[in-house]
């Protein structure tokens, strides 16, 4: 299987509550989540699906009310534009690594085989992750490692990558992984999990991605227009979890002339969703999985 879509029913059940609506699914991967939005619109209804992975693109659905578009989400607003599309029913997306993309090995993705260092969604894209860990200044690697890998001992990690590639450039996973071998082995898994989030992140600009994304989506959802966002870490689910509140990232909410606090969305639960114990045995990827929903008001 090409991808196995986490949070599926639950998700679409959130998303699609006109038939007849044109839908937006951000992360097409192998179009799970997008076959059973399909499964849910009329004749009339339309579903946009945005990825920029080449391999996904042998996936596309043969269906007249299906549209696949080869892009980053980040130019959501602009790409619906040019189908001539100002306003859409529900966004849904899917973040993070899909299940093909950690078991394709030559794509770097996965801490678990030797390859090399690349982690690009779009291989197109200059940017890897061997000019990372070989060109990027030591502070700008500590910075990459404390904020988006949240590990405590960023600046040693950057300091031992800085060191070694003055006489041997870092080549592969494994190369990387090696200068780590002290790291006590009960503590491997989490660690490099850590430190290969953090370089993916950067490679593909993830969390400025999602933050484009999110403002788009509230430009272009209708009034009552549904936003679903399945996320993977705490550094997307904060992202999300804010801008659903009250429309920003970062800084004080306004405020109305009553006092209230300006909201964007109307979280439609308090708490996050997440997958039961029986899609998690089944879908390691759901292990960390959390699913926000909002309705535009």
């Known amino acids: 299987m090409y991808h196995n879509p986490v949070l599926l029913k639950q998700s679409v059940d959130a998303l699609v509550i006109n038939p007849d609506g044109i ?9 799970g989540h997008s ?14 699906s945005f990825d920029q992975d080449l391999d996904a693109l042998k996936n596309a659905i043969d269906d007249p009310r299906f549209t696949l578009v080869n892009q980053n989400f980040r130019f959501l607003e602009n790409s619906m534009m040019a189908y001539g599309i100002s306003q859409v029913d529900g966004i849904l997306a899917d973040l993070g690594v899909s299940s093909h993309q950690f ?18 969604m779009n291989v197109m894209q200059g940017l890897d992750a061997k000019k990372i860990i070989n060109d990027y200044e ?26 070694h590639r003055k006489s041997k450039k870092i080549e592969t996973t494994e190369d990387l992984k090696s200068l780590f071998s ?13 430190v290969f989030q953090a370089i993916r992140i950067e490679v593909n ?9 999110l403002v788009q989506s509230y430009k272009i959802l209708k009034p009552g227009g549904r936003l679903v966002v399945i996320s993977y870490h705490s550094l997307e689910d904060r992202l999300v979890k804010r801008f659903l509140k009250n429309g920003m990232f970062e800084g004080e909410p306004q405020r109305d002339v009553y006092g209230n606090y300006a909201k964007a969305f109307e979280l439609l639960q308090t708490k996050a969703i997440i997958p039961d114990d029986n899609e998690i045995e089944e879908n390691s990827r759901a292990r960390s ?9």
Do not use: W
């Not at 076959?35 to 946009?48: H, M, P, Y």
């Not at 078991?103 to 690009?120: C, H, Q, W």
């Not at 690697?141 to 990558?161: N, T, W």
């Not at 600009?205 to 994304?213: A, C, F, S, T």
């Open 23 to 31: 839908y937006v699914d951000c992360t097409f991967g192998g179009g």
């Open 35 to 48: 076959r059973e939005i399909l499964s849910r619109l009329s004749d009339k209804g339309k579903l946009f």
């Open 103 to 120: 078991d394709e090995a030559e794509r770097g993705f996965s801490t678990r085989s030797n390859a090399p260092l690349d982690m690009r």
């Open 138 to 163: 030591e502070e700008d690697l500590a910075d990459i490692f404390y904020h988006y890998g949240e590990l405590r001992e960023a600046r040693k990690l950057a300091r031992e990558i800085v060191h």
């Open 182 to 194: 002290y790291i006590p082995a009960f503590k491997q898994n989490k660690f490099f999990a850590q």
């Open 205 to 213: 600009q993830e969390l400025e991605v999602l933050k484009e994304m």
């Open 289 to 297: 999985a959390k699913m926000r929903i909002g309705t535009k008001l």
